[in-house]
């Protein structure tokens, strides 16, 4: 029996995946988590097979949720679960050890296909997603900025463009204000830009967010 770990910070997804689960022979939803940070807990207290993600929740977030679980153990596999289709996101996330990636509009179907697979050992990512990343990793030439930032920089990104100020960063993040300011202003100095405004609007031109997710 594979044990699975549902992770989002809204009930009527957990339900919903639950419900088409609860009918896919093989598979235990062992339990639910809310946020980042109670799902690294939980993959502490007892080792989940599989993690699906939401990896846009407040809080740590799924990056650095997922992060933190693969130090608990290689053998817990993460599958992200996110809004977001335009590289660079995909392709960090699977460079940060994640096992799969399924975007929120995605079928039971896929679904249920992406989890199996996973549980084979078979890494799965959303057809229209492995197709960005192949292109991308082939275009050297692709206009995409934000190829240049890290993990964190990346992670610290998002936040700001939702509106998270910097000392909330720092606390959901554990980290310094001092040391969210130099991640910043070295992306500022990465991207070209001068102000969280400017960067947000960046972000909506290549479409790395969403005017609805703000």
């Given at each position: 029996m594979v044990k699975l770990l549902l992770v989002d910070d809204h009930d009527l997804v957990r339900t919903?995946?639950?419900?088409?689960?609860?009918?896919?022979?093989?598979?235990?939803?062992?339990?639910?988590?809310?946020?980042?940070?109670?799902?690294?807990?939980?993959c502490r207290k007892d080792p989940?097979?599989?993690?699906?993600?939401?990896?846009?929740?407040?809080?740590?977030?799924?990056?650095?949720?997922?992060?933190?679980?693969?130090r608990i153990s290689e053998g817990i596999k993460v599958v992200a679960l996110s809004v977001h289709k335009e590289n660079p996101f995909p392709a960090k996330v699977m460079q940060m050890g994640a096992f799969?990636?399924?975007?929120?509009?995605?079928?039971?179907?896929?679904?249920?296909?992406?989890?199996?697979?996973?549980?084979?050992?078979?890494?799965?990512?959303?057809p229209e997603i492995a197709q960005q990343i192949a292109l991308g990793q082939l275009d050297l030439n692709e206009d995409d900025p934000f190829k240049s930032l890290s993990e964190r920089e990346l992670q610290i990104m998002i936040m700001l463009?939702?509106?998270?100020k910097v000392p909330d960063i720092?606390?959901?993040l554990n980290i310094s204000?001092?040391?969210?300011?130099?991640?910043?202003?070295?992306?500022?100095?990465?991207?070209?830009?001068?102000?969280?405004?400017?960067?947000?609007?960046?972000?909506?031109?290549?479409?790395?967010?969403?005017?609805?997710?703000?």
């Open positions: 919903g995946i639950r419900r088409i689960l609860d009918d896919v022979d093989g598979f235990h939803v062992m339990a639910e988590a809310d946020s980042g940070e109670l799902a690294v807990k939980l989940p097979d599989i993690v699906l993600m939401d990896m846009s929740m407040p809080g740590i977030g799924g990056l650095e949720a997922t992060k933190q679980i693969l799969g990636y399924l975007t929120k509009d995605a079928d039971p179907q896929e679904m249920i296909i992406a989890l199996q697979k996973v549980s084979r050992g078979i890494k799965y990512i959303a463009t939702k509106g998270t720092a606390t959901q204000a001092k040391t969210v300011n130099t991640y910043r202003y070295r992306m500022f100095e990465k991207l070209n830009v001068t102000s969280d405004v400017e960067l947000t609007h960046l972000a909506l031109r290549h479409q790395l967010i969403k005017s609805d997710n703000l």
